[in-house]
């Protein structure tokens, strides 16, 4: 990744930076279903959506040539919305000067490839954390208006030890807002969403192959696209927190790790030692008690920066390791704003020979991950379902709860706005192939029913096209959902 100025935010990676976790080809986040784009498939999602409860609503199928026109062409949350998007000029994706065939090809390989979509037609492009509108010539009021969503920008750290080996993951996300964010830290004994006899963790994945194998498991089990991969040791680690070091803060526990000995209690970390800390555990210690030493260190390093920014770390220098540069731009970022640093919520697991390994699959989990990256990118085809989520009642920023439910059924949101036609009563969900029917169909069902399209002949580069009516966009007003 390169270098980037003090106090810019992370830039978007070409095709070649995001390789490890977009090319995986096996597994999925419990519960989702979907592709990103037009190729790949999965098992299909047959209940509700974890955490809600469906609003009661007739749901009709119909064929697409006797559904009245849904509108192809979406915008964005509004100008008082917080969602990253990105304008487009010209029109319908499925049309407009260029052939919709064409567009819709040159759109879906973007898709696919990166999130920093150079796409055709775009005047201006958002930056990186998205929420503020450049191009003032379109009218987000207007029916046909469409914006392309940016995803959230998620880096993921790979702590090792001094042999290379993996002891811990940290995903860094950023926030919709100017500054601030998530860390969220995963145990490297995380089942996989998709097991194989004898690898059954990343872990294991690891042992198996390699770093990038791990990475791209573990995006499969958070359902989330790293658009950064950071391999760190204790010397990259003392690099990242130098400037600030050191490190103030209070061990809740003693720990003794080889030749690594940490007593409770008020605790001065030099640069070079905090490697050793993160890493640290007792042979009989669960590695959720290790994170949640991390986390103490994650958290009084960010507010060290935030207390000096001047001396936050810049990954310019020379010197400066690839995995300092990386991460710098996050961590200013992070450090900038709000930012939530938690273990993720899983649930220790017994193998039959007695050591412990975590299940992610809950519904708690799933939450907090979408807490946490509110706009994920699907970090393979067939993890998550693309969509196209437009107001089909009238051209008024969407209702950030209904964005909240499709990411929450395991969808992509890469295009919103307002529908070609407005003033619709009844919410439509169309799906272009039999495949996401039943992903279609839990949709619509959480958006308190509607029409169910079979729109197989689209030319559309989602494989959801999801219009809110009236019904569906009081309803979430009335939760305190917002826009509408």
Do not use: C
């Not at 996300?173 to 830290?185: M, N, P, R």
């Not at 990954?315 to 990386?326: C, E, I, K, M, Q």
């Not at 029409?451 to 305190?480: C, F, K, N």
């Amino acid at each position: 990744m390169t270098a980037e100025p003090p106090g810019s935010a992370p830039s978007r990676p070409d095709a070649a930076t995001r390789a490890p976790a977009a090319l995986a080809e096996d597994g999925g986040p419990a519960g989702s279903t979907g592709s990103t784009g037009s190729t790949g498939s999965t098992g299909e999602a047959t209940g509700a959506i974890p955490g809600t409860v469906p609003a009661p609503g007739p749901e009709r199928v119909q064929p697409a040539s006797a559904a009245p026109t849904t509108g192809s062409s979406e915008g964005a949350l509004g100008p008082a919305g917080k969602g990253p998007v990105r304008e487009l000029q010209g029109g319908r994706s499925g049309t407009g000067v260029w052939g919709g065939r064409m567009l819709v090809g040159l759109i879906a390989v973007l898709i696919l490839a990166v999130p920093a979509l150079g796409v055709i037609g775009a005047k201006t492009l958002l930056n990186s954390r998205g929420g503020h509108f450049v191009d003032q010539r379109s009218d987000p009021r207007a029916p046909g208006y469409q914006a392309i969503v940016d995803p959230t920008p998620v880096a993921v750290m790979v702590l090792e030890d001094a042999k290379g080996v993996p002891q811990s993951l940290a995903v860094l996300a950023l926030g919709t807002g100017e500054a601030g964010g998530s860390v969220l830290l995963v145990p490297v004994e995380t089942k996989l969403a998709k097991q194989l006899v004898y690898i059954d963790t990343l872990k294991a994945a690891y042992d198996l192959s390699s770093v990038a194998n791990m990475v791209a498991q573990a995006a499969r089990v958070l359902g989330v696209g790293f658009e950064t991969v950071a391999e760190v040791n204790d010397r990259a680690v003392a690099q990242l927190v130098s400037p600030v070091a050191p490190l103030k803060l209070v061990n809740p526990d003693d720990v003794v790790d080889g030749s690594s000995s940490f007593a409770a209690g008020p605790l001065t970390l030099p640069a070079e030692r905090v490697g050793s800390y993160l890493r640290a555990k007792a042979s009989d210690e669960s590695d959720v008690n290790r994170l949640e030493r991390q986390a103490i260190v994650w958290r009084a390093w960010l507010a060290a920066v935030a207390g000096k920014p001047e001396r936050a770390p810049v990954g310019s220098a020379a010197g400066t390791l690839p995995g300092v540069a990386a991460l710098a731009p996050f961590v200013r970022s992070l450090a900038a704003g709000a930012t939530d640093v938690s273990v993720l919520d899983v649930r220790p697991v017994q193998r039959t020979n007695g050591s412990e390994i975590f299940d992610a699959s809950s519904a708690a989990t799933r939450q907090q991950i979408d807490q946490a990256v509110p706009f994920p990118v699907s970090p393979a085809l067939g993890v998550r379902f693309s969509t196209r989520v437009v107001n089909g009642w009238r051209g008024r920023p969407l209702p950030e709860a209904a964005l909240r439910l499709v990411v929450r059924a395991g969808g992509q949101i890469s295009f919103v706005g307002n529908a070609d036609k407005l003033g619709q009563d009844e919410t439509t969900v169309a799906y272009r192939n039999a495949r996401w029917r039943n992903s279609a169909r839990v949709l619509l069902t959480a958006f308190g029913g509607g029409r169910l399209v079979d729109d197989t002949r689209s030319t559309e580069p989602v494989d959801l096209v999801v219009v809110l009516g009236r019904g569906a966009i009081e309803r979430l007003q009335r939760s305190g959902g917002g826009g509408g």
